[in-house]
């Protein structure tokens, strides 16, 4: 195992400049290899990569491309966090295991795709999103996904900081919105929200100053506490 490193990752953009070509020996992406990186805006990925560590391209604020090979089996915590303009993703088949708020902060991501041969997650009807098949639960979305209507939950911060997005529609195969799903979409306006939700979680809307007042109301009417938020 090959395990690329802060400092390793480091002299590669100094050789590299804003593009880097990681060497195809390297097994594993380490935790905040190239976390900070302002200058790097792609990177590719060789197919000897297996795992994506913890931050590995956090902070990379002018990212915009990376391709991940059909080899990487898991995307740990936070791999992509604040990389703000990260436009698009595809996630292969090989991977298995995503952590959590990997893509949190990419504020300009509109396109996300699953592998049709992914057998953990899937992105069903071309809906720009990322659902875990299993539990039918959006584990990750962005400004112009479409909820499908088989999805059950939305999970922890699915939406989280998607500030492009102006509405939502929650179909009503939807029985749980988890905590902070939302939380900081600051253009969200409107949300038609069925009542087949039963649980809504802490925080979910909290940081959605423009939410109109129809929303509000209906929120509150299915048990939603702003002013806990």
Known sequence: M??????????LLNNGGSHVVIPDFVTE????AFEDCEELTSVVIPNSVRKIGKGAFRWCDHMISVIIPNSVEKIEYGAFINCA??????????????????????????????????P??????????IIETATNTLIKGC??????DTVTTIGDSAFNSCNEMTSVVIPNSVTKIEDYAFFCCQDLISITIPDSV???????????PKISEESKKRLKELGYDFDGD
Not at 29 to 32: A, D, K, R, S
């Open 85 to 118: 303009q990260l436009k698009s993703v595809i996630i292969p088949a090989s991977v298995t295991e995503i952590g959590e708020n990997v893509f949190h902060c990419c504020f300009e991501l509109t396109s996300i795709t699953v592998d049709k041969n992914n």
């Open 2 to 11: 090959t395990i690329l490193d802060e400092k390793t990752a480091k002299e």
């Open 198 to 208: 039963t649980q809504i979680g802490k925080a979910v809307f909290c940081g959605c």
């Open 120 to 129: 953990r997650y899937d992105s069903r009807g071309d809906c720009n999103a």
């Open 29 to 32: 992406i380490g935790e905040n």
């Open 143 to 148: 400004s112009s996904t479409i909820i499908p």
